[in-house]
C-alpha cells in the first residue's frame, strides 16, 4: 500500500522569507502524480501545484515550487516572498490511476504558520 | 468553471433523523468523490464513483449511503448516524485521466450529529 509522510507538523515563516515543507512517499509504481494542497481555516481545499512522476523537470506555479527527488521518494514543496494569505495546512498527496482503484492518499498535513 | 458546490453548509441532525448532503459540478468530470474529514485531520476517502457508477467503497457503514443520479451530481443519504460521525464532509471531482488527474474540492458540509 502507498503511503505519504509529512514529518513536520507545524512550521512558521516569516513574512517575506521562504520555506520548504517535506514530504516523503512509498510506492513501488514507477507512474504516478504528486499534488499538494493548500486548506486554510476554514475555507476550501485547493490545488497548489502537482507534478507527474515522469517528468523529470520540478515543477513551478508562480511563487511555489517542487523538488521532486524520484529515486529518494521525495517530493518537497518550497514557498518563497511567503505572503499572510499562505497561511494553511498543507497536504501533500499521491496518485496512481489504477482503474479501480484511483484513490488520493493524503499525508497528516503540515500547519503552517506566516509570522508578520 | 472549476467549481464544485455542497449543499447544506452546515448540518444538525439527531440520531434518528435522514438527512442528505448535495455536490454539484458543471465541469464535466467523469470521477466524483466523497470525503470524511475530522479536524486537524487529512480527508479520508469514502467512496468514488467513475462513470456515474461506484467504483470504491471503503467499507463505511451502511448508514452511509451514496447516489450518483447523474454525471453533475452526487448525493450523500444520511441515516441513524452516531455522534462519531460529525465531521466535516467533503466532495471532489476530477477528469479521472492523463495528464490532469488532480481532484477539485467543494467547500464542505459540516455536519453534528447529536
Known amino acids: 500500500a502507498q503511503t505519504v509522510t509529512q514529518s513536520q507538523p507545524e512550521m512558521s515563516v516569516q513574512e517575506a522569507e521562504t520555506v520548504t515543507l517535506s514530504c516523503t512517499y512509498d510506492t513501488s509504481e514507477s507512474d504516478y502524480y504528486l499534488f499538494w494542497y493548500k486548506q486554510p481555516p476554514s475555507r476550501q481545499m485547493i490545488l497548489v501545484i502537482r507534478?507527474?512522476?515522469?517528468?523529470?523537470q520540478n515543477a513551478t506555479e508562480n511563487r511555489f515550487s517542487v523538488n521532486f527527488q524520484k529515486a529518494a521518494k521525495s517530493f518537497s514543496l518550497k514557498i518563497s516572498d511567503s505572503q499572510l494569505g499562505d497561511a494553511a495546512m498543507y497536504f501533500c498527496?499521491?496518485?496512481?490511476?489504477?482503474?479501480?482503484?484511483?484513490?488520493?492518499?493524503f499525508g497528516t498535513g503540515t500547519r503552517l504558520t506566516i509570522i508578520p | 468553471d472549476t467549481e464544485v458546490t455542497q449543499t447544506p453548509k452546515h448540518l444538525v441532525m439527531g440520531m434518528t433523523n435522514k438527512k442528505s448532503l448535495k455536490c454539484e459540478q458543471h465541469?464535466?468530470?467523469?470521477?466524483m468523490y466523497w470525503y470524511k474529514q475530522k479536524a486537524k485531520k487529512p480527508p479520508e476517502l469514502m467512496f468514488v464513483y467513475s462513470y456515474e457508477k461506484l467504483s470504491i467503497n471503503e467499507s463505511v457503514p451502511s448508514r452511509f449511503s451514496p447516489e450518483c443520479p447523474n454525471s453533475s451530481l452526487l448525493n450523500l443519504h444520511l441515516h441513524a448516524l452516531q455522534p462519531e460521525d460529525s465531521a466535516l464532509y467533503l466532495c471532489a471531482s476530477s477528469q479521472g485521466r492523463a495528464p490532469t488527474y488532480e481532484q477539485y474540492f467543494g467547500p464542505g458540509t459540516r455536519l453534528t450529529v447529536t
Open positions: 498527496a499521491y496518485y496512481i490511476s489504477n482503474f479501480g482503484n484511483e484513490k488520493l492518499t
Open positions: 507534478q507527474e512522476a515522469y517528468k523529470q
Open positions: 465541469m464535466g468530470h467523469r470521477a
